[in-house]
Structures are given as structure tokens and as C-alpha cells.
């Protein structure tokens, strides 16, 4: 596993990335270690996932659970360990327009790039679970009104997710989409859209960046990257794929050992030790044992 050179200015990357929309292909990272993974391979951003940050912190699904210090103690994880953009979910805001206006001060502080918020009532649900129910757009529009306020960074951008495609159908959550752009949005994310033909109406419907969500097992066709991209979505968003594949991975693991199958390096069940102390950057804390040895 080869180690990324650090780059500055996730912020200006970031920015850049909205500048001109190219469908950039971003996974999601429950936890440092995920992220680390991501930057390895290349990806250029990062989703900090709050699906992902409930089903691995708590074992529970994501309905709601997790709260603004469970989100700000992973994004200073994961800003620690990587030098990507990170585009963080937060859910609701945790409370009102006041506590969001608290909230994008909190996870600005702890390494976020964008701020996701969302216009369910709270405690809300996965977006590709049924039972949703979404505030009134105006209730909304203040929680953007007070995200915008309350960044330190005018870089750090704001991100509306809309999940009245859902309770309300389409034509709403594009007109939430548009209110929510002209509140001061800086990307918008109409949550599970079922067809291509909605994907291709929200691509073209709002003059701003988008963001499309696929869930491997979800209700959003899994349409090829380009695809998206010459639809004209920003980002395309796989949020919790690395955790279904490390979920199946240790699924597979333990059931072999558990059966009394190989579970060595050569049974492929498992990375590799030196692959594993790699991206935990074992070498270079074995270096720095060096360079300090002396005292």
C-alpha cells in the first residue's frame, strides 16, 4: 500500500470541485481507518457517513442515534489521519436553527470542508427507509440561514439534503431544492430519486452543484459514473459501500475460522499483516522510534 503525498487546502480542492461538476466519485468513511483507505487508493474526497458513524459506533440503525459529539469526535479522527476534502453529514443540525448555527461551528472546528443537512423531522430516518417525514421548507430555509452564519471559514460550504421525494414527491423536493439553493446552499442532494428519469430531472433542474446518493440494496438506480457525471451531478456518492464490503469481508472471515477452514494470508480472507500495518502508517512511527532513539 503506497502512502499519498499531503496536499494543502482540502478547502480550495473542494471548491474547485464544485467550480466545474464532474461526477467525482466519493466513498464514505465510517472511521479513520476507512478514510485512510479511501485517500490511499486515490479518491479525491471523503463522506463522513452518519449512517456509517451509527452502525459501527452503536450497532444500531440509522434512526437518529448518533449526536453532534459522536460526529465531531470522527471528523477530528479522520481530519487527523487524512488530508482530503471531507464532506460531513449532520443530519438534522441536532435541533434547531440555533443548534445548527452551534453544530457547523463544532464540526467546521473539527476538520469539515461542507456540512450536510438534512429537512427531515427529527429523529430522522435513512434515506432509503420508508416512514420519512420532512419539516416545512421555511423551517428549513432558517437552519440554512443559520449554517451559513455560523462558519468561520467562507470556504466551508453548506450542503441541503431533501428527502420530499419521498412524502411529497419529486416536483416538491425540486422546489425545496430551489429554495434551498437561494437560502445560500452550496450543493444541493435530493435524497432517493427511483428512476433514471428523476435522476435526469434533478440533474437539469437546479443552476448548482448536485450531489446523487447510491446505495448498494437502496431505492436510486446504480447508473455508471459517467453516466451522472454527463447528467451533471458533482458527486457521486457511495456512503456506505465500504462498510457493506467490510461487513460481508469479516462475515466471511469468521465464518471460515469458526469452521476450522485456512484463514491465513493465502486463503485471500484476510489483508495482509504488512498491508494492515501500512495503512495504519506502522512504518512511519517505526522511523520516528529512530529519530528519537536518542533521546
Same mark, same amino acid.
Given at each position: 500500500m503506497t502512502q499519498t503525498t499531503r496536499r494543502t487546502d482540502p478547502a480550495d480542492r473542494l471548491g474547485q470541485m464544485i467550480a466545474k461538476p464532474r461526477g467525482v466519485l466519493m466513498p464514505g468513511a465510517a &472511521?479513520? =481507518?476507512?478514510?485512510?483507505?479511501? /485517500?490511499?487508493?486515490?479518491?479525491?474526497?471523503?463522506?463522513?457517513?452518519?449512517?456509517?458513524?451509527? &452502525? +459501527?459506533?452503536?450497532? =444500531?440503525?440509522?434512526?437518529?442515534?448518533? *449526536? =453532534? +459529539?459522536?460526529?465531531?469526535?470522527? @471528523?477530528?479522527?479522520?481530519?487527523?489521519?487524512? $488530508?482530503?476534502? =471531507?464532506? @460531513? $453529514?449532520?443530519? +438534522?443540525?441536532?435541533?434547531?436553527? %440555533? &443548534?445548527?448555527?452551534?453544530?457547523?461551528? +463544532?464540526?467546521?472546528?473539527? !476538520?469539515? &470542508?461542507?456540512?450536510?443537512? /438534512? $429537512?427531515?423531522?427529527?429523529?430522522?430516518?435513512?434515506?432509503?427507509?420508508? *416512514?420519512?417525514?420532512?419539516?416545512?421548507?421555511?423551517?428549513? @430555509?432558517?437552519?440554512?440561514?443559520?449554517?451559513?452564519? !455560523?462558519?468561520?471559514?467562507?470556504?466551508?460550504?453548506?450542503?441541503?439534503?431533501? $428527502?420530499?421525494?419521498? @412524502?411529497? *414527491?419529486?416536483?416538491?423536493?425540486?422546489?425545496?431544492?430551489?429554495?434551498?439553493?437561494?437560502? *445560500?446552499?452550496?450543493?444541493?442532494?435530493?435524497?432517493?430519486? /427511483?428512476? %433514471?428519469?428523476?435522476?435526469?430531472?434533478?440533474?437539469?433542474h437546479a443552476d448548482a452543484p448536485q450531489l446523487v446518493n447510491l446505495v448498494v440494496g437502496g431505492r436510486t438506480p446504480l447508473l455508471p459514473q459517467a453516466e451522472l457525471a454527463e447528467m451533471g451531478f458533482a458527486f457521486v456518492l457511495y456512503a456506505n459501500i465500504a462498510l457493506q464490503a467490510a461487513l460481508q469481508g469479516m462475515t466471511q472471515a469468521l465464518t471460515a475460522l469458526k469452521e476450522g477452514r485456512d484463514v491465513g494470508e493465502a486463503s485471500g480472507l484476510v489483508a495482509p499483516f504488512k498491508v494492515r500495518q501500512d495503512v495504519v502508517r506502522k512504518p512511519m512511527t517505526d522511523a520516528m522510534d529512530t529519530k528519537y532513539a536518542g533521546g
Open positions: &472511521n479513520a =481507518l476507512a478514510a485512510r483507505l479511501i /485517500e490511499d487508493l486515490g479518491y479525491e474526497a471523503i463522506y463522513v457517513t452518519g449512517a456509517g458513524v451509527t &452502525n +459501527t459506533w452503536f450497532g =444500531l440503525p440509522d434512526l437518529g442515534f448518533m *449526536g =453532534l +459529539t459522536d460526529m465531531a469526535a470522527h @471528523v477530528t479522527a479522520i481530519r487527523a489521519a487524512v $488530508d482530503l476534502p =471531507l464532506i @460531513v $453529514d449532520a443530519d +438534522t443540525g441536532f435541533g434547531n436553527a %440555533v &443548534n445548527t448555527w452551534h453544530t457547523v461551528r +463544532t464540526l467546521e472546528a473539527a !476538520g469539515a &470542508n461542507a456540512i450536510q443537512l /438534512e $429537512d427531515q423531522v427529527s429523529p430522522k430516518r435513512c434515506g432509503h427507509f420508508t *416512514g420519512k417525514a420532512v419539516v416545512p421548507t421555511s423551517e428549513m @430555509v432558517a437552519k440554512i440561514h443559520a449554517a451559513c452564519d !455560523g462558519r468561520r471559514d467562507p470556504r466551508t460550504l453548506i450542503m441541503a439534503r431533501t $428527502d420530499a421525494r419521498a @412524502v411529497e *414527491g419529486m416536483a416538491a423536493a425540486l422546489d425545496r431544492a430551489s429554495a434551498y439553493r437561494e437560502a *445560500g446552499a452550496d450543493i444541493l442532494f435530493i435524497e432517493a430519486p /427511483e428512476s %433514471v428519469d428523476e435522476l435526469r430531472a434533478i440533474g437539469r
